[in-house]
C-alpha cells in the first residue's frame, strides 16, 4: 500500500500540469466569465436596474423551477470539465508507458522494488480514481466560489439569494451525480484506457498513431466492404472497366436504329457517348471528367511500375 | 557461503542471434568483478538475465531467487545504474528521495543526503537540470544510501569527465564496498577499474572466455620484455600473444614457469587492457604478424 502510494504520488508529480492545472483553468475560466457579466452589467447599467428586474422576475417563478434550473445548470457546468478531461486522461494514458520507455528511465524504474503489476495499476488508478478526483474537488470550488459572487450581487440588489435560490437546492446532490458519472464512467471507459495503455506499451515511437490508427483503417475498410456490397455491377470495378472498353473511340461495331444498319465507335450498348463516327465524337470521349479520371489512375500505375524497375536490380 | 549468482547454460537467443551463450557463472559474495568483452559481446544481455530485465534458458539464480520471476523481490536486495542517463528528467531531487524512501525498504535517507551534502546537488534541483556527472553523483548517492548485497554497474561512468569518474569509483570503494556486498561491473575504461577488481570475466561472442580471480590471473599470466636476441628463445615458450614497442618485443604468457622466463628478460604483470588484447586476439586469429600490425594500430 505505501508503495502504491508512492507510486501515485510519482504520477502526480510527473503529471501535475494535466492533474492539477488543467482543472483549475477551467475552474478559473468559469468565474473570470462570471465576474465579466457582473461587470459588464455594472458597467452599462450603474442602476442595476435590468438585474433587479431580473432577480425579480426570477423571484415570480415557482420554487419547483428554480430548483430544478439551478440543479440542472450546475449538472451542465460539469461538462466542460469532463470533456478536457477525457482529454487529459487519453493523452496521459498514451504515454504512460511510453515515456519512460523512450527517455530510457524505465531502467531506473525497473531498480526499485515495485512490481510491473503494481506500476501498471498506479498508472489505471491515476487515470480511473485520481484524475476524476482532483477534477471533483476543483468543480465543487468552482460552483462555491460562483455560488458566493452570484450571491453578493443579489445582495446587492435587496434580493435574498438564500430564499431565491441557495436553499432550494441540494449541492451535494448534484455533485455526488457528477461524482458517480465521472467513477461509472471511469468503469465503462475500460476498454479504451486498456488499448491505449497496451498502445502505449508497444508502440516504437508516435504512440498518438498507433493509438488512432488502427480503428481508423478498421472503420475505413468497414465502409468499404460495405460499399462494395451493396454496389450495382454497372457501378463496380468489372463494370467501371467494362463500361471503358466498350466506349472506346476504336471502330469497332454496327449500330442498329429503324433497322438500319451503321458503323460506330465502339459498342453502343450505354447512351453515355454518341457512338457515331465522327472526329466530334472521338475528341468527346478524349476530354470528358471519365478521361481525366483515367489519366489520375494511369498516373499512379505508371508511377508504381517506374518505382519497382527502379528498385528490381537491388538484392 | 551461497554464491550471489550462479548460473548453469545461461543463453539468450535474439532470433537466430545468441546473444548470451551458455554461460555458467559463479560469483560469491564480497568480490569486486569486472565483467569485460566487446561491444556485443552479450554482457549487457548478461546482466539484463541477472537484474530481470530480460528472459532467458539455462538456469540462473541471483541470492536465491529467480531474477525472470522474482524482479521486484530481488530488486530489495539489488541495486543497479545502468548508465548515466537514465534518471527521470522531470524529477525533482527531493521527490526522488522521498520515492526511494518509500518504496525501498533498505534506503537510508541520512546516509543518501550525507553523499548528497559532499555535491554541489540541492534537493530542489530537477534532475533535467544537472550536469551528466551530477546525475551520476546523484544516482551513486541513492544506490548507495541502499543497504543491498549485489550492486551491478552498467557502463556506470559512460561519457564522464575523468574527474567523475575517478570519484564514482573512489565513493564506491570507500564508503560502500565490503566482505558482504558483491560489485559487478562492466566497463570499456578497464585501466580505471583494474585496481579495485577482484575477479575478472571475459565475455567474447557471448561465451566466457576467461574467468579467474586477479591473484589467479597474476599468478597464471606473465609479461616479458625481451631484447632482440633472445626473440627467438623467448618465442619457443609459446607465447598467448607478441607485440613490439618501442624496439622491445613484448611477450604475453599463459601458465609458463616464472623463473624460466626471467632468464630471458625483464618479467611483468600484464595489465587487464593487455590481457584482454592478447586474449580476443588468440581466439580470433593466431598469425603473430599479423598480430603485430594490428596491435601496433589499436595503440597507435
Not at chain 2, 228 to 239: G, H, M
Request: proline share 3%; hydrophobic share 50%; glycine share 6%.
Amino acid at each position: 500500500m505505501k508503495r502504491m502510494i508512492a507510486l501515485l504520488r510519482r504520477e502526480f508529480w510527473e503529471n501535475k500540469g494535466a492533474f492539477r492545472t488543467t482543472p483549475l483553468v477551467i475552474g478559473g475560466l468559469y468565474i473570470v466569465f462570471l465576474l465579466m457579466s457582473i461587470f459588464t452589467t455594472n458597467h452599462i447599467d450603474s442602476d442595476l436596474y435590468t438585474f433587479k428586474e431580473a432577480v425579480r422576475l426570477m423571484g415570480d417563478q415557482s420554487v419547483e423551477l428554480r430548483g430544478n434550473v439551478m440543479y440542472q445548470g450546475m449538472l451542465a457546468s460539469s461538462v466542460f470539465f469532463t470533456v478536457v478531461m477525457g482529454f487529459v486522461i487519453f493523452f496521459y494514458l498514451l504515454g504512460s508507458l511510453y515515456d519512460d520507455r523512450k527517455d530510457r528511465s524505465i531502467l531506473f524504474w525497473k531498480s526499485l522494488p515495485a512490481s510491473d503489476t503494481l506500476t501498471l495499476a498506479s498508472k489505471l488508478v491515476s487515470a480511473m480514481v485520481v484524475i476524476p478526483t482532483f477534477f471533483l474537488i476543483i468543480l465543487v470550488i468552482t460552483h462555491i466560489v460562483m455560488a458566493v459572487f452570484g450571491s453578493l450581487m443579489i445582495i446587492g440588489v435587496d434580493g435574498n439569494p438564500w430564499t431565491l435560490f441557495l436553499s432550494l437546492v441540494n449541492p451535494f446532490k448534484a455533485w455526488g451525480m457528477i461524482a458517480a458519472s465521472w467513477y461509472t464512467h471511469a468503469i465503462w471507459a475500460l476498454p479504451i484506457y486498456g488499448w491505449l495503455m497496451l498502445v502505449s506499451a508497444f508502440a516504437p515511437r508516435v504512440p498518438l498513431l498507433f493509438a488512432t490508427l488502427p480503428p481508423l483503417i478498421f472503420a475505413v475498410l468497414q465502409t468499404w466492404i460495405e460499399f462494395l456490397r451493396t454496389f450495382t455491377l454497372k457501378n463496380n470495378v468489372l463494370g467501371i472497366i467494362s463500361e471503358w472498353v466498350i466506349n472506346t473511340p476504336a471502330i469497332l461495331s454496327i449500330e442498329f436504329s429503324d433497322g438500319k444498319g451503321e458503323i460506330a465507335l465502339g459498342a453502343p450498348l450505354t447512351d453515355q457517348f454518341d457512338h457515331a463516327v465522327t472526329l466530334t465524337n472521338m475528341l468527346d470521349r478524349i476530354f470528358s471528367v471519365q478521361m481525366l479520371g483515367g489519366l489520375t489512375v494511369a498516373a499512379v500505375f505508371l508511377a508504381g511500375a517506374l518505382w519497382l524497375r527502379h528498385r528490381a536490380t537491388e538484392g | 557461503m551461497n554464491p550471489i549468482i550462479s548460473a548453469r547454460g545461461l543463453t539468450r537467443r535474439f532470433g537466430r542471434t545468441v546473444a548470451v551463450d551458455h554461460i555458467d557463472l559463479n560469483i560469491p559474495p564480497g568480490r569486486i568483478v569486472g565483467l569485460i568483452g566487446l561491444n556485443g559481446a552479450g554482457k549487457t544481455t548478461a546482466l539484463k538475465a541477472i537484474l530481470g530485465l530480460t528472459n532467458f534458458d539455462g538456469e540462473l539464480s541471483v541470492l536465491g531467487k529467480n531474477p525472470a520471476r522474482d524482479r521486484a523481490a530481488l530488486m530489495e536486495d539489488v541495486c543497479f545504474i545502468a548508465d548515466v542517463a537514465v534518471l527521470p528528467r522531470w524529477i525533482r531531487v527531493w521527490q526522488l528521495i522521498d520515492l526511494t524512501e518509500q518504496i525501498h525498504p533498505k534506503f537510508s535517507r541520512e546516509k543518501c543526503l550525507e553523499y548528497l551534502a559532499e555535491t554541489k546537488i540541492t534537493l530542489k534541483h530537477k534532475v533535467k537540470q544537472l550536469s551528466k556527472g551530477m546525475v551520476a553523483q546523484l544516482h551513486l548517492a541513492l544506490v548507495m544510501a541502499i543497504d543491498v548485497t549485489l550492486l551491478v554497474l552498467d557502463e556506470p561512468t559512460l561519457g564522464l569527465d575523468i574527474i567523475y569518474r575517478k570519484q564514482f569509483y573512489t565513493n564506491l570503494l570507500n564508503d560502500y564496498f565490503d566482505e558482504q556486498r558483491t560489485i559487478l561491473i562492466t566497463t570499456h575504461q578497464v585501466e580505471e577499474i583494474e585496481h579495485i577488481l577482484t575477479d575478472l570475466i571475459f565475455m567474447q561472442d557471448g561465451k566466457i572466455v576467461l574467468d579467474a580471480t586477479m591473484d589467479e590471473v597474476h599468478e597464471r599470466y606473465a609479461e616479458l620484455l625481451v631484447s632482440n636476441d633472445q626473440v627467438t628463445a623467448a618465442r619457443a615458450l609459446k607465447p598467448l600473444y607478441e607485440h613490439k614497442l618501442f624496439g622491445k618485443y613484448i611477450f604475453l604468457y599463459d601458465g609458463v614457469d616464472k623463473a624460466q622466463l626471467s632468464a630471458l628478460g625483464e618479467l611483468r604483470t600484464p595489465s587487464v587492457a593487455d590481457l584482454f588484447v592478447a586474449k580476443m586476439k588468440g581466439v580470433t586469429n593466431t598469425s603473430t604478424e599479423q598480430n603485430e600490425v594490428q596491435t601496433s594500430g589499436a595503440e597507435a
